[in-house]
């Protein structure tokens, strides 16, 4: 049965996570969330471009050796492009798919797309050379959980950081070295204990603002239409590659990416740092 049984629940959060996220398209229109992580994120810039300045100016004085402060990841939920303006974010969920994903890759080869793609850590570690395939084709990596439990805000918080942690091992390991940027709350099921466990390991907590809702398989011109008709909700794109046959999300890809390219979009990572 894997991941399909769950769907049922992942359909009800999936509506209130969407509905946190209607504020952040545009280049000026950002959440309370997002606002307040780009404030904190100009301000610990600013203190630490100060800081080196400091330091430079200070010359032969500086005796402390120079620390290179670790970046600090923002818990807040992101949404937004790192390019800005109309750019778009491609995110793909559920897999690694053997059947599904090695298709999907081939389609964002042939529109020269990169995505984000949200794994289930035993997924990863059965299909590892495809998570290769991924990070060799440039997309970028983000934690889906061990075991895709849309109800995981419900549940302790040891549970969620051993749900969170030991699938970005699994992720890394069939990785071969290349790290997991983002962390995808199953269903949306974000809480605040987990967007920190995330954050503190390096990677951003992201959510979405269109719900193509192929899992539900309305057909690929449905997809399509979706995508057109919410598009307007903000940059950031929810599609699967697992969780069951993903034709028809394969064909809809096939359709709006050449779509969004002839209406002006172009396609970027979510911001990690910032806002
Ligand atoms: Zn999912």
Redesign the pocket.
């Known amino acids: 049965m894997g991941l399909q049984g769950k769907y049922t629940a992942?359909i009800a959060v999936a509506a209130s996570a969407v509905a946190l996220s209607l504020a952040a398209w545009g280049a000026t229109v950002l959440t309370n969330g997002e606002a307040a992580a780009r404030a904190d994120s100009g301000a610990s810039a600013g203190q630490q471009s100060g800081g080196a300045g400091g330091s430079a100016g200070a010359g032969g004085q500086a005796k402390e050796p120079a620390q290179v402060k670790p970046v600090k990841v923002p818990e807040s939920i992101a949404h937004a492009a790192e390019a800005g303006g109309t750019a778009v974010n491609i995110t793909i969920?559920?897999g690694p798919d053997p059947r599904w994903t090695p298709r999907i890759l081939d389609i964002l080869k042939q529109n020269d797309v990169k995505a984000v793609f949200c794994m289930v850590g035993p997924r990863a570690k059965e299909f590892p050379d495809l998570v290769k395939r991924i990070v060799a084709d440039g997309h970028r990596l983000c934690d889906?959980t061990v075991t895709?439990d849309t109800t995981m805000d419900k549940k302790s918080v040891a549970y969620q950081r051993q749900q969170i942690l030991d699938a970005k091992r699994m992720i890394e390991d069939a990785a071969g070295g290349a790290k997991v940027e983002y962390y995808r709350a199953?269903g949306g099921a974000f809480t605040p204990q987990s967007r920190r466990i995330a954050a503190e390991a390096g990677m951003r907590p992201l959510g979405w603002n269109v719900d193509t809702k192929d899992f539900e398989r309305p057909g690929s011109a449905a997809i399509v239409n979706t995508v057109k008709h919410e598009l307007s909700n903000g940059p950031t794109i929810l599609f699967h590659d697992g969780g069951g046959d993903r034709a028809q999300t394969a064909a809809a890809l096939e359709q709006v990416l050449p779509w969004l390219k002839e209406q002006g979009h172009t396609f970027s990572f979510p911001v990690r740092i910032s806002p």
């Open positions: 992942h969920d559920d889906h895709h199953p």
